[in-house]
Each structure stands twice: as structure tokens, then as C-alpha cells.
């Protein structure tokens, strides 16, 4: 197993073992034996490649990895100009990734997790992509932000390399995908800077070479770019004092492992990968010279890396100049790691004290809301939206401030019918809600929660339906509205990383354009809450817009 600073895993590491049985009565979760290990693995869809770790988690929070499986199936490929993923390029990625299903459950692994990166991130296909995955495989993707990437690299880095505590004596980490580049600065306590930018081997390639060799206007012209980029990024970081680079990613690896073979090693693969800056720009000045077949017979050269590695190669040489760095160490952990690492912090702090909430509907709302192991980030972020789009609606669905309240209760608790199962997990949702003992709440009160709670997702209301006969008629129509209201929400946190920071409707005589706001690539969002037009037109008799506001 790898260790980074030990005081850090400790305080990563989850602590199931220490908890009674007691406690865990009180919490709400299930007394009795907890499982010696659990099996956890954890997916990486990146622009390149996709990657699988599978690994055995022990109650200690120590882990064994299992295996490791890698396809490169470049999912990006031809897409960077119309920001689109392939068909053939999602096709590949959907059999790659049923491939790693079955191999996960042949191996016992009973949780998984799967992140997607840059390529479905900017791709306004990308919902489509995340879609057909969970439709064919039943299996969730979540489309994650760039800066939670750089964080989920810095977390399996750190675990891997020690880093150090010194505030005088900061590491880089440069994670070069085929999409994007990960900057991440800092120590094993704290990241000091995290940027992400479009600058990945695959993008750099498709979008500047042409020419085989490449031309000199076409490699200019990518440096250029290169520097216009990364330079005000690298400005920052130089403010601090950096006395160490780590290198993670393929395209890092490939071109270490050629530089082995240029020194001379034997078997670059199994030693210690480093890029030293002269041999990084022999490397670079040699491959731009070359053809794509002869660049393919560059010893250690990777056959699906053989574009990227020129864009790669001059990236690399103008961070390390530019820092004056002499070498950069390969780490093997990056992202994937981070995810699995990340999870055992979360696992531990699933079954800590819970907040005291004093308000007792409150209260027992998120009581039932956390036996349930529900999302809370996500679903806090739906109720604050939802409540936002409830206040920006008012004028046309004039409901009173009490069905505000019900809502955000139902938001909370959307989601709590994966505890079942995730097929029609919003009808399990219902159910469990209905049951759920909630206290303080009259019982048409809970009928509204638990049917908005069920109508956020699938059909429509309908008055045959077993959960809407139970309200009263007056109730009917408030639910049919606020269901539509969390629907948006949910879709505008589709990802699940508050990407929308902010809301606002334009109400119109027939049409209403909801402006969202967002630093960040919205596109999975915008893509989800389009698809709810109809039924918004239907509830609301206005056409709907959907429009990102850019910070």
C-alpha cells in the first residue's frame, strides 16, 4: 500500500471499526457486525483513455488494489472543433466501460463509481452519452468539474508521495490529459493554487497538426497557444515556492519511459519514471522532425499516444523552463485513486455525529434523509435552486409560502429511493417517505412531499396513479407544479457539483427564459433542463428557455 504523510491518512481514513452499535442506533443506520472489508472500484472516463481500480477497503481505512485495467478508447477523438462526441467514439466508450462492469462484479465489487472528465464535460452531447450509460449499463456517471478533478488528483497524489508540511517547500502536480492540464500546488496539508486548462495532447493535436511531418506554422502556432494559456497560470504558481514537480497521466508516463530509453536504461517501465528538462527537449526537438511512422518507432513510443505526444512534450518543457524545474517525477496515482481515497473519507464521515437540527420537521426530515444514506451536497443544492425557481415563479404559480417549505423538504428526500434500488427508485422514494415517520407533519403534508418526491422524474401526475389519489383535490394541482419545479432543479445539478451558482426568470405574457449561472462547463445542466420543457409548458402554459450566463 502507498502512504503519504501519515497524520493526513489518519484524518482521511474512515472510522468505522471505533463505532458502536449503540451510536449507530442512534445515527439511524444499521446496528449489528459491520463488513470486515469492502470492494470498491472506481472509473476514470477520461478524453483518452478509461480506466479502472478496483480495491479492497479494510474497516481501518487501509486498501489493497485488486487490478487495474486501461482501454484507450479516445473518447474525444474528432471532436474537440464541434465540441461533440462521436458515435463511434460513444459506442466504444459504452462496450469499454461493460467490460469493467463485469470484470468489477466477477471480482465481488460491490461499490463503483464512475467520473467523467473533459471529453463528456464539454461536449454537448455529453448528457446523451451519460444517459445511454445508464441506460444500457445501470451504471452512473458523474460529469465532474475541473476543479474537482484537480482536487481528486491532489488527493491520490498525496497518498501515493510525501509531500511534505512545509509552506516553504511546495510540490506541483501537472496532470496532462488528452483534453485538459490539472495544475495543482501545495503540501500534504493543504492546496496553495488548482488550475485547470483546454491544453490536453489529444486537443492540442487535433486542433493545430496537420502536416505529417508536422509543418513549422503549425508548430508555432500550437506553442503559441501553448504560452497564451498556460503562462498567466504559471505567473501565479511561481509566486510560491516550488521545489519539487510530479508528473501523473499517460501521456507523462509515455514520454518519461522515452526518455528512459534515450538515457540508456533497459527497462524504463519498471524503474523509477523521471523527465529531466535536456532530455525532455532532445525529445521534443526530435519529434516534431519526424513522421507519424517514425515518430512510431521511437523506443517506448505508445501507438495511440503518437499525436499527443508532441503537444504533451512542449507543454511539459515550457512548465519546466518557465519554473525552472530540472525534473519531474512520474506518480502511477492520479485520478482514480483520488476517487477511491475520497470515498473512504466519505464513508467515514457517513457515520459520524450528525448536526443537531432544531427545528423538529427539519429534523426529522434529515433524519430519515440520512438512514437513507441520501446525497447532501446534491440535495441541499436542488432545495436552495428549487426554492429560487419557486420565489422567480411566483408571479404565475401563486402559491403560498407553506407549499415553499414542502418543497424543499421533497428535494431533500428526491433521492432516497436508491437505498432500494435505482430503478424507479422515484416510486421507492414515495413509499419510503410515506413511512418514514415523519414528525410534525399533518398527513397531507407528507402526501405533498412524498408525491413530489415521486413525480421528480419519469411520468407526469395522473389521476389513476395510487400516490395521487391520495391527495386531496385541492392539493393536486400545487404538486403537479412544484414537481416540475424540482425536476429543473435537479437537472441544473445534474452533476452533482453545484456547478449553477445562481438563477433567475424572465417571465414573459408566453414565454419564460430561465438565465443560469455558472463559471464553469454547464453543458450536462443546460442539456437536462431543456428536456423538461415540455412539461414546464404543460404545468405553467409558458414555453421555456434555457440560457447559461457565463461569470
Known amino acids: 500500500m502507498h502512504r503519504g504523510h ?17 451510536l449507530l442506533r442512534v445515527l439511524g443506520e444499521p446496528a449489528g457486525d459491520l463488513p470486515r472489508v469492502t470492494k470498491f472500484g472506481a472509473i476514470d472516463i477520461g478524453t483518452n483513455s478509461i480506466h479502472l481500480v478496483m480495491a479492497e477497503i479494510s474497516p481501518q481505512g487501509d ?26 467514439a460513444m459506442e466504444d466508450g459504452i462496450q469499454a466501460l461493460r467490460r469493467f462492469k463485469k470484470m468489477a462484479e466477477l471480482l465481488g465489487v460491490t461499490k463503483l463509481r464512475a467520473v467523467a472528465t473533459s471529453a463528456v464535460r ?48 511546495q510540490t506541483l502536480i501537472v496532470d496532462i490529459g488528452g483534453g485538459s492540464v490539472e495544475l495543482i500546488a501545495g503540501n500534504a496539508q493543504r492546496i496553495q493554487e488548482k488550475a485547470s486548462a483546454k491544453l490536453g495532447g489529444s486537443r492540442l493535436a487535433e486542433l493545430f497538426i496537420r502536416g505529417d511531418p508536422p509543418g513549422t506554422d503549425e508548430v508555432k502556432a500550437m506553442r503559441r497557444h501553448i504560452r497564451t494559456r498556460l503562462d498567466p497560470i ?21 514520454i518519461a519511459i522515452m526518455c528512459g ?121 436542488v432545495a436552495a435552486m428549487a426554492a429560487r425557481l419557486f420565489d ?39 413509499y419510503l417517505i410515506r413511512n418514514g415517520s415523519l414528525k410534525g407533519f399533518s398527513d397531507q403534508e407528507v402526501e405533498i412531499i412524498a408525491n413530489v418526491a415521486r413525480y421528480h422524474r419519469k411520468e407526469r401526475p395522473k389521476k389513476n ?25 435537479d437537472a441544473l445539478d445534474r452533476t452533482g457539483f453545484s456547478i ?12 419564460v427564459v430561465l438565465q443560469v449561472k455558472s463559471s464553469s462547463d454547464a453543458e450536462i445542466e443546460l442539456w437536462c433542463a431543456k428536456r423538461h420543457a415540455p412539461l414546464f409548458e404543460r404545468e405553467f402554459d409558458r414555453r421555456l428557455s434555457v440560457r447559461q450566463d457565463r461569470n
Open 234 to 254: 504559471i505567473e501565479r504558481i511561481r509566486a510560491l515556492p516550488i521545489h519539487r514537480g510530479i508528473a501523473t497521466s499517460g501521456s507523462a508516463k509515455n
Open 500 to 511: 449553477i451558482q445562481e438563477v433567475a426568470c424572465e417571465i414573459g405574457e408566453k414565454a
Open 261 to 381: 530509453y534515450a538515457r540508456g536504461e533497459a527497462s524504463p517501465e519498471e524503474s523509477r519514471l523521471r523527465i529531466r528538462r535536456d532530455e525532455l527537449q532532445a525529445l521534443r526537438d526530435q519529434l516534431v522532425r519526424m513522421t507519424r511512422e517514425e515518430r512510431l518507432r521511437v523506443p517506448g513510443m505508445d501507438a495511440k499516444r503518437v499525436d499527443a505526444c508532441i503537444p504533451a512534450s512542449a507543454l511539459l518543457l515550457r512548465l519546466m523552463k518557465r519554473l525552472d524545474l530540472d525534473v519531474l517525477e512520474h506518480c502511477e496515482f492520479a485520478l482514480r485513486e483520488g476517487v477511491m481515497i475520497d470515498y473512504i473519507a466519505r464513508h467515514r464521515e457517513k457515520i459520524q455525529a450528525r448536526a443537531t437540527w432544531p427545528n423538529p420537521r427539519s429534523r426529522s426530515v434529515m433524519h430519515l434523509a440520512e438512514r437513507c444514506d441520501f446525497r447532501r451536497a446534491h440535495s441541499e443544492h
Open 6 to 22: 501519515e497524520d493526513q491518512e489518519k484524518r482521511d481514513a474512515p472510522m468505522i471499526a471505533s463505532t458502536s452499535p449503540e
Open 122 to 169: 464539454e461536449a454537448k452531447n455529453g448528457g446523451e452519452f451519460v444517459q445511454r450509460v445508464r441506460d444500457d449499463l445501470d451504471l452512473r456517471v458523474q460529469v465532474i468539474a475541473a476543479e474537482e478533478e484537480a482536487r481528486l488528483i491532489y488527493v491520490g497524489v498525496r497518498h501515493a508521495i510525501d509531500m511534505g508540511l512545509s509552506d516553504d517547500r
Open 63 to 88: 486498501f489493497k488494489v485488486l487490478g487495474r485495467e486501461k482501454d484507450m478508447v479516445q473518447l474525444g477523438k474528432g471532436g474537440f472543433g464541434e465540441h461533440r462526441l462521436t458515435d463511434r
Open 392 to 430: 422567480e415563479l411566483q408571479p404565475i404559480h401563486k402559491l403560498d409560502a407553506s407549499y415553499k417549505e414542502l418543497l424543499s423538504y421533497a428535494c431533500l428526500l428526491h433521492d432516497i429511493g436508491h437505498l432500494i434500488s435505482h430503478d424507479n427508485h422515484h416510486k421507492h422514494g414515495y
Open 465 to 489: 396513479h395510487y400516490s395521487f389519489e391520495q391527495l386531496d383535490n385541492e392539493h393536486r394541482t400545487p404538486v403537479r407544479v412544484l414537481a416540475v419545479l424540482l425536476r429543473l432543479a
